[in-house]
């Protein structure tokens, strides 16, 4: 047993020898400038190197343990392929998880080009890997901004392949089609938006009247929301930060800028370690979340200077101003937890008076006249996934309800989703909800039929009303609302558009409905 471990270990060693031998030397070459080609032939993509596919696979097959509601998925599509015919043009980070989601979509009969939406999130190995099963992946980390775009245009510019549904996690994407292919993106079926930062650039076009497709804005469903954003952001900000820096949180003075889910998260995990954290906020409801929860609201500008660590969760821009840099001490973190880079103003610190020096990888040193020195992590992009990793099972709770999302677009009946930004139907939270119980080995407790029809639901659910928020202060409805729908592969209903949401007086929220659906996918 001690010989086979042993040559198991040998084998595993040689392996990563391999992988790091032939990356490293391939570091000064561009992808973009190698001839690569796959086992079976194929050389549709664009990865730092293929070789790396068998250790990518490896990491794939790791994330599946703890991804079983999208193995689920695969599970029950195998005869009914709800997404055949779809071809799906995708821009996310790149990663273990994320390539979980390609593999399901494609095993429920998707055809799928994708690129990373993080020049520094993708994780090379796993990118060939996808490249290996035939997935055109055009993707490396430490993309320079041409490679960036440069990617993008390979996915959706390709010859005798038209996209009809895009799946995007930030907007670039889908700016992108807009802009540069409008008619691929007049004849798309529908987007799906995972980050406020795209969702927000999706309500822009809806806003102007030039959103000519349906869109699904996953970032605001309470699976999206209560748990990516939250529990992935608490425990992945620790991480990024004591890989890159080595800090001791305790007695450290930390603002966080945004109180919203991400920053709850930011907040409560380094609470916890003993750091003294106050916040900045715009928004008064999220400001007296914060003060009920023990943070002090603070305006920028009035702490900066005694500040050890700085944490931007907005999407908003130039959150953190060159002349917030100037003031700040020396030896000061600044890091961002929002999807946007340009939350903190690093255009500004390209300058001639300051040195930027490289001390380890995605940590930066950047050096005043005077010889102050801060500290940037990942260029002020996404700091998590730039720079550790992310907790795979909450990550296959935003993974499922992004595949479900792209099924109910795809699938549903034509005149069903008009050109506007819809929300996900509360039966479709929950469904997914219940995909991950299992995984603690929960049970719930059934309605019985006198129950049910006292609170006025169905015993199949929704549970709750489209208002509700799962503990977020919120204004009331008068109208609660319950859906009746059959199970086959999947629970959907109509979505609610932002249209469908008016304020009728200062205190009440009235929230107009589409009459709810029936839909059976397969």
Not at 59 to 85: C, F, N, Y
Not at 350 to 372: A, C, F, N, Y
Request: with cysteine; glycine share 6%.
């Amino acid at each position: 047993l001690i010989f086979n471990d042993c040559l198991i270990l040998s084998s595993i060693l040689a392996l990563t020898i391999e992988i790091y031998t032939v990356d490293s030397s391939d570091d000064e070459t561009s992808p973009r400038d190698k001839a690569q080609a796959n086992s079976k032939g194929s050389s549709d993509f664009c990865v730092k190197n293929v070789k790396q596919a068998e250790f990518g696979r490896r990491e794939i097959e790791i994330a599946e343990q703890d991804m079983s509601a999208l193995i689920s998925l695969r599970k029950r599509a195998q005869g009914e392929k709800p997404l055949a015919g779809a071809k799906i043009v995708g821009c996310t980070h790149i990663t273990a998880q994320t390539a979980v989601l390609i593999e399901t979509l494609v095993a429920l009969g998707a055809q799928c080009r994708w690129t990373a939406c993080n020049i520094y999130s993708t994780q090379n190995e796993v990118a060939a890997a996808l490249a290996e099963t035939g997935v055109p992946v055009f993707a490396w980390k430490g993309e320079s901004e041409d490679d960036f775009w440069w990617c993008i245009d390979r996915c959706v510019n390709t010859e005798g392949w038209q996209a009809n549904m895009i799946l995007d996690d930030g907007g670039d994407l889908t700016h992108w089609v807009y802009k540069k292919h409008p008619s691929v993106f007049k004849k798309a079926q529908g987007i799906v938006e995972e980050s406020v930062t795209g969702v927000h650039r999706l309500y822009q076009l809806s806003k102007a009247g030039k959103l000519c497709v349906p869109a699904m804005n996953v970032n605001d469903s309470v699976t999206k929301q209560k748990f990516d954003n939250l529990y992935c952001c608490r425990e992945s900000i620790l991480d990024g930060l004591k890989r890159t820096t080595d800090v001791m949180f305790g007695g450290k003075q930390v603002v966080v800028c945004g109180y919203g889910e991400v920053g709850k998260g930011c907040c409560s995990a380094l609470k916890a370690l003993g750091a003294i954290v106050c916040i900045t906020e715009i928004d008064p409801i999220c400001a007296l979340q914060g003060c009920m929860d023990g943070f002090r609201v603070v305006k920028l500008n009035e702490v900066i200077r005694q500040m050890d660590l700085v944490i931007t969760c907005t999407g908003n821009k130039n959150v953190v101003t060159r002349e917030q840099l100037d003031r700040m001490k020396n030896g000061c973190i600044v890091c961002n937890m929002g999807h946007s880079n340009t939350e903190i103003d690093v255009v500004s610190l390209r300058s001639p008076e300051l040195t930027w020096e490289r001390v380890r990888s995605q940590v930066d040193h950047v050096i005043w006249p005077d010889g102050k020195r801060v500290v940037l992590l990942a260029e002020g992009r996404l700091l998590n996934l730039s720079c550790s990793t992310v907790p795979t099972f909450v990550l296959s709770i935003t993974a499922t309800t992004q595949a479900l999302a792209l099924i109910e677009l795809f699938n549903a009946p034509e005149g069903r989703y008009k050109q506007d930004v819809y929300l996900l139907p509360k039966k479709m939270d929950e469904y997914v909800a219940s995909l991950h119980l299992s995984n603690f080995d929960a049970h719930l407790t059934e309605l019985s039929d006198e129950q049910a029809k006292y609170m006025g639901l169905n015993k199949n659910g929704p549970f709750k009303p489209n208002y509700y928020r799962y503990g977020e202060m919120l204004a009331h409805t008068h109208t609660h609302l319950t859906y009746s729908l059959p199970v086959t592969f999947l629970l959907v209903s109509s979505g609610i558009r932002t249209s469908d949401l008016s304020v009728t007086s200062p205190t009440l929220l009235t929230t107009r409905v589409p009459a709810a659906g029936k839909i059976a996918l397969g």
